[in-house]
């Protein structure tokens, strides 16, 4: 289950809190040194768990939470009030075009769950919106990439423009968009190419790409299961691409929490939606202050 180890171990250090009658600044100390091995062990960036710990110390050793008649219950709130802040407080909503059509430009690196993602986005916005997403195979360096865009669209039943592998994924972005303008499409979706690891001229295929498109949405998919590494990732694509959301994918699995906890924080950049499975239902608008809930059981 995702957040295990951490959610038992902050409850550890918040029922120490309640056993006790009387909580002292030495309480607290003692609490926030076993919250800051519990983040970091969840593999929460340095800085942000640095910057969480002295917030919440601050907060929690002042005489209005120490002599108040619950102070742990105050101090869990304090913690959950932070966490929340730490991922950003409120869910933000997808960036919409003034004029049709929004066009949302997906990135990540291979496997990440981009694909997926472009499948689960579509069919969100046609169940919700009664939109009409078009999507664009931008992906020309691995065939398959096609050809699974093309059963994700066939089961969101929303068509595809590709122009296979042989053309440049700019002349093929083009010739898409004039495709969604013609056939009056409200949403454009472009699957584009991802690597094992960032490479300079992806990114600035992924920049050129950009800068023709002009898309109001650049949304980075991450693996959450990849910890930290998911991090570094989403700093890099932000710092090319200035990318608008995160998706933060398998969510349904053993994820220990350090990329939820640490890519707000860190880039600046709102979580947008996070991946709870497979499937095209599998799709949850991120709410930071239900996953701080979550993360504290
Ligand atoms: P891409 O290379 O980034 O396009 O990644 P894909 O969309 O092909 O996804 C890679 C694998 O991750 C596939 O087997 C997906 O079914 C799986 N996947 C994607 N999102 C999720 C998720 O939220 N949860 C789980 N459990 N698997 C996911």
Redesign the pocket.
């Known amino acids: 289950m995702a957040f295990e180890g951490l959610t038992e171990r902050l409850q550890n250090a918040m029922s120490k809190l309640r056993r006790k009658g009387k909580i002292t600044e030495s309480d607290v100390r003692d609490a926030m040194r076993e919250i800051r091995l519990a983040l970091l062990e969840a593999d929460v960036n340095f800085g942000v768990v640095k910057d969480f710990v002295k917030t919440v110390r601050e907060r929690a050793i002042g005489s209005e939470v120490l002599e108040s008649l619950t102070p742990a219950q105050q101090i869990v709130k304090i913690v959950d009030e932070e966490l929340t802040k730490v991922m950003g407080e409120e869910a933000v909503p997808l960036n919409k075009a003034p004029h049709i059509p929004t066009i949302i430009m997906m990135v ?11 499948g689960k986005l579509a069919y969100r916005l046609k169940e919700n919106e009664h939109g009409r997403p078009l999507f664009i195979a931008a992906d020309v360096y691995r065939p398959a ?1 096609i050809d ?1 865009l093309q059963v994700v669209a066939q089961q969101v039943g929303a068509p595809v423009f590709q122009l296979g592998t042989d053309v440049d994924p700019r002349e093929i972005v083009r010739q898409g968009l004039a495709q969604a303008a013609e056939n009056k499409n409200d949403y454009v979706i472009i ?1 584009t190419a ?1 690597r094992l690891q960032i490479d300079e001229k992806l990114m600035q295929e992924l920049a050129d790409i950009k800068e023709l498109a002009q898309p109001n949405e650049i949304l980075l ?1 991450v ?1 959450a299961m990849t910890g930290q590494n998911a991090v570094n990732v989403a700093e890099s694509f932000n710092q090319q691409l200035d990318i608008t959301g995160v998706v933060l ?5 053993d994820t220990r929490g350090g990329a939820a906890l640490s890519i707000r924080a860190v880039t600046g950049k709102p979580i947008k939606f ?5 499937k095209l239902t ?2 949850d608008v991120f709410h930071p202050d239900r996953m701080a809930d979550r993360i504290l059981g």
């Open positions: 990540g690196l291979q496997g990440a769950g981009k694909t997926t993602t472009a990439a699974q699957d991802g998919t693996d994918t398998k969510l349904d699995g996070t991946g709870q499975g497979e599998d799709l």
